[in-house]
């Protein structure tokens, strides 16, 4: 019988990570609720434009048992053109300090590859979490700015950029390719005195249907890092590709796939739908139990 318990990893992992002086156990996978402050991002669902169904979005999330609110500012979605930073800033900038004074120990992570975004918000709003979609490579000041910032790091792998990413993605191998991808990302991060890493295979990010597959199949691979897997599947297309479905169909798809990315090892599930996530890891974990 396969024993999917933390205690059974091949290599043993540090799986806590400190946001502001509090340290996040991730051995138990924790939920990632997604606020895009977007006009444009890919799911209709996850789009919030005024302070009042940002803040209410924030709290639904959190009674649903959401561990982590993420807010992006600027939409990444496949052939998104990027907006300005001032632009990016101003969207935050409504949501984070209604959300920080409403929800004073909300563990706030914010969506962004710009460290000018970074430098401002999380002094400003005591954000405590930054999450790059580009791990460093669309602003190369961003790997400085986080060491100094001494905030958790989650890095994410993507072929391209939003515009390009989608046009044709092509690997020798994808699972060898990302893998050394966060190899050298992760070496540079500890040179810089990185400790909280998080890294996150990016599902849908310059990537097809086959090579996500790959990759979900294969999620297992990633723990010779040793490090926090994130994982980011909630309605993406290779789910309703798949299905023939719409994105707004393809939450029983999501949850089937979460599953799947849980029994291989993943530790955070960034994610549209708290109760059918936090429903997921609870019949996880007691499988987890039983296994013990």
């Not at 019988?1 to 059974?8: K, V």
């Not at 719409?246 to 979460?258: K, R």
Request: net charge negative.
């Amino acid at each position: 019988m396969n024993d999917f318990s933390s205690n059974n990893l091949i290599f043993s992992r540090n799986l806590s990570i400190n946001c502001n002086g509090r340290l996040m156990d991730l051995h138990t996978p924790k939920i990632m609720g997604i606020i895009n402050v977007t006009d444009d991002s890919f799911y209709e669902g996850s789009r919030f434009n005024d302070p009042q169904s940002i803040l209410e979005a924030a709290g639904r999330m959190i009674e649903e048992g959401a561990d982590i609110i993420d807010i992006g500012g600027c939409s990444s979605r496949p052939g998104a053109v990027l907006v300005s930073e001032e632009e990016e800033y101003n969207r935050l900038n409504m949501a984070l300090g209604r959300l920080r004074n409403a929800f004073p120990d909300l563990v706030i992570s914010v969506d962004t590859y710009r460290s000018g975004i970074a430098k401002r918000v999380v002094p400003e709003y005591r954000v405590d979490i930054i999450n790059d979609i580009s791990a460093g490579e669309m602003d190369h000041h961003m790997i400085k700015t986080i060491a100094k910032l001494n905030v958790p790091y989650i890095i994410m792998h993507m072929q391209g950029t939003p515009e390009t990413m989608q046009k044709n993605p092509v690997y020798d191998n994808v699972l060898d390719e990302i893998l050394r991808f966060f190899g050298q990302k992760v070496n540079l991060l500890r040179k810089e005195g990185i400790s909280d890493i998080i890294i996150d295979p990016g599902f849908g990010f310059g990537k097809s249907v086959e090579h996500n597959f790959t990759i979900l199949n294969n999620l297992e691979t990633f723990r010779m890092l040793e490090l926090p897997l994130l994982v980011g599947l909630s309605r993406k297309s290779m789910i309703y590709r798949t299905l023939d479905i719409q994105p707004g169909e393809s939450l029983n798809g999501t949850t089937a796939v979460h599953m799947a990315a849980l029994l291989k090892g993943a530790n955070i599930l960034r994610v549209h739908d708290i109760k059918a996530a936090r429903e997921t890891i609870k019949l996880f974990n007691e499988m987890v139990k039983s296994g013990k």
